[in-house]
């Protein structure tokens, strides 16, 4: 009999963090012969279902609260049980018939070596970043809701056919890595491309203003909302459902649109980059802060 893991997906980080990680996992278990249940009732970005607050679904789900609990998603974040607690915890498991919880395979695929992987599928031998390109159509796909949300939100650019996508986040990423100045973006922009009209992806207007104010040779566009002052986790999961629900169909707008820029100029060591790195072609995506593309 097929063992199953149920993954807790929106329990601790921000959401392309969550999802990049559940995307691996995945692709996990679809080598390992592991059935995937997704948990995402009392995900932070839940609104009342979690996941099909935004997405269709596309495996089994759970909605049993208890996986808030015991379900942890990082094993150095397992509770030191006391002998009766990791009773409960093994009554638990064998309740709901779940052999893995995410913390128990979490370092199994959340690690560089597993950029390595290789995967047999539809006769082809793929890389992990590979075979997730083809996974995330099957995964990315928008309720009716979101679906139309997203599509006004990108009409209301008028982007042109050709552009360039250019994500540079602010907020709490300082927190994880170095941030990098807006002229190592623009260097590299204009040193591999000829393109003027360029999206932004940024958590803080004021890089969107500061990009229109020294380089008025381009033409910015921007679904960024002039009182946005950085990202940072910690307000987000105050917020009520309403602006939670809007901020992120604007992210998910944003990177769609990234996603079909002509070159895309990000940080891999971003979960955006990390992401879009993923479901984009290699040679349209680029991070200044490192060659190539890793789990991270």
């Known amino acids: 009999m097929k063992k199953k893991l149920v993954y807790n997906l929106g329990s601790e980080a921000g959401f392309f963090s969550e999802f990049n990680n559940m995307i691996l996992a995945y692709l996990y278990c679809l080598k390992h012969n592991i059935e995937f249940v997704l948990y995402?009732?009392?995900?932070?970005?839940a609104i009342n279902q979690g996941w099909q607050d935004y997405f269709l679904p596309f495996c089994q789900e759970t909605s049993d609260v208890r996986h808030t609990k015991y379900n942890i998603r990082l094993s150095c974040d397992v509770p030191s049980y006391?002998?009766?607690?990791?009773c409960k915890v093994l009554y638990f498991k064998?309740?709901?018939r779940t052999d893995y919880l995410t913390c128990e395979l979490w370092d199994k695929f959340h690690n560089r070596n597993f950029e390595s992987e290789s995967f047999y599928w539809d006769k082809m031998n793929l890389t992990t970043k590979e075979f997730?390109?083809?996974m995330i159509p099957k995964i990315w796909r928008y309720n009716k809701k979101t679906k139309e949300y997203v599509a006004q939100k990108i009409a209301s650019l008028h982007l042109p056919q050709k552009y360039i996508g250019i994500h540079i986040r602010g907020g709490d990423k300082f927190l994880e890595a170095d941030c990098l100045t807006i002229d190592k973006y623009m260097d590299f922009i204009t040193a591999t491309t000829n393109i003027k009209d360029m999206f932004i992806l940024t958590d803080d207007y004021r890089i969107f203003q500061d990009l229109s104010e020294r380089y008025s040779d381009f033409h910015f566009y921007t679904l960024c909302k002039p009182d946005a002052v950085g990202y940072f986790h910690s307000d987000f999961v105050k917020v009520d459902t309403?602006?939670?629900?809007?901020?992120l169909v604007n992210l998910f707008a944003s990177v769609d649109v990234m996603s079909n820029a002509d070159i895309f100029v990000g940080t891999y060591s971003s979960n955006i980059g990390m992401y879009?790195?993923?479901r984009m072609e290699q040679n349209k995506c680029f991070g200044i802060d490192m060659a190539d593309w890793r789990i991270w």
């Open 40 to 45: 995402s009732k009392k995900a932070n970005f």
């Open 82 to 86: 006391s002998f009766l607690g990791k």
């Open 94 to 96: 064998i309740s709901t």
């Open 132 to 134: 997730a390109k083809i």
């Open 242 to 247: 309403k602006k939670k629900y809007d901020d």
């Open 276 to 278: 879009l790195g993923m």
